[in-house]
């Protein structure tokens, strides 16, 4: 019969071992109990390790155009509301024309009226948000329109300078009364309209570009989704208002004061329906934008399930392995706590 000697220090060294094996495995275990994917996902899924890459990747992505998304509907709806601003103030100056038109309405009253209207075709077009103009095209950096009731403005120069070279005398002059009503058709028709509807609306007026912003609203869906200063709509209401509040300041006989307001009631209907198109326009815009990231916000939950049934653990199961490794933990340190007080003196005494 042969015998073996039993080493207290083996099986402590041995329970050492297995102890710190199951530290480790705690330490894994309770990373996948907190965060409910398996802690080494290469090791779990092997060759399919890739599949789950690639859906992240997917799901990084398509959160940032919904990211993205957020900012434009923000934008859109900041335009929404400016648009709406802009027909509701140039409403109230149609019915001011309308009046003088009929002759039943004073001149300092209609030119309050397109002074109010330049003031806040200055202010809102000139509107930011996150430190990016609206109505600037792609220039979002730099002040769309000047400040035409600034004196020193490019806009202001080049109106007195035309008034006083085709008259001969400024606005507010008494001469202003000998103005005739072909005059001042004629005037209007081929020396102010070039300064708004032409060429000298970018030249002293707008800083902003006719280009709009385009945004990716999906992987493969773009649309535009900004409003610049200088589509015909917004120019046309912002010669009315200049007309109205520069040229009623002066003493204007009864016949060129009903061409002007002639031409400023025929130039506000045009400005209100094209700002009203665009507005629908915007609508549509905004319409897309959202029902894009309805769209993207189903494929990052799909993606995202996906990557979960191939990543993810039952959570009672991670618990109760947590709860399995810190009893055997426990009993590891109890046994070899008793080990390590074997003693061959104590077993002899």
Do not use: C
């Not at 083996?10 to 907190?34: F, G, H, P």
């Not at 709406?84 to 004073?106: C, I, M, N, W």
């Not at 035409?148 to 009364?177: L, N, R």
């Amino acid at each position: 019969m042969k015998t073996s000697y039993v080493s207290s220090t083996a099986i402590s060294q041995a329970l050492r071992y297995s102890m710190m094996k199951m530290q480790t495995d705690l330490v894994t275990a309770q990373k996948e109990s907190t965060t409910l994917r398996v802690a080494d996902v290469g090791l779990a899924l092997g060759a399919r390790t890739g599949e789950t890459v690639s859906l992240a990747r997917d799901v990084s992505r398509l959160n940032g155009i919904i990211d993205s998304n957020s900012l434009v509907s923000s934008r859109l709806s900041s335009t929404q509301t400016i648009l709406s601003q802009l027909t509701d103030r140039a409403e109230t100056l149609r019915s001011t024309l309308s009046a003088a038109v009929s002759g039943s309405s004073d001149h300092s009253v209609l030119q309050a009226d397109g002074a109010a209207m330049l003031g806040l075709l200055t202010s809102t077009l000139n509107t930011s948000i996150n430190g990016q103009f609206l109505f600037a095209g792609i220039n979002t950096d730099v002040k769309p329109v000047a400040d035409f009731s600034d004196p020193a403005s490019p806009g202001k120069v080049a109106f007195d300078t035309a008034f006083q070279a085709y008259f001969g005398f400024a606005q507010t002059d008494a001469a202003a009364a000998t103005i005739t009503s072909t005059q001042m058709d004629d005037f209007l028709t081929n020396v102010v309209e070039p300064q708004f509807l032409g060429a000298g609306w970018n030249a002293n007026w707008s800083s902003a570009t006719d280009e709009a912003i385009v945004s990716r609203i999906t992987l493969n869906e773009t649309t535009e989704t900004s409003v610049s200063a200088n589509i015909s709509g917004i120019r046309k209401l912002a010669m009315v208002a200049a007309i109205t509040s520069e040229l009623m300041k002066g003493p204007l006989n009864a016949g060129a004061a009903a061409a002007l307001s002639e031409r400023a009631l025929t130039l506000v209907n045009e400005g209100i329906a094209e700002v009203t198109a665009q507005q629908t326009m915007t609508g549509v815009a905004q319409q897309r934008v959202n029902n894009a990231s309805e769209r993207l916000e189903t494929q990052v939950n799909l993606f995202e399930k996906t990557i979960s049934d191939m990543e993810g653990v039952d959570p009672y199961e991670a618990a109760t392995k947590v709860s399995a490794l810190v009893s055997q933990i426990e009993t590891a340190y109890a046994l070899t706590s008793r080990i390590q007080q074997l003693s061959l003196l104590k077993f002899m005494g």
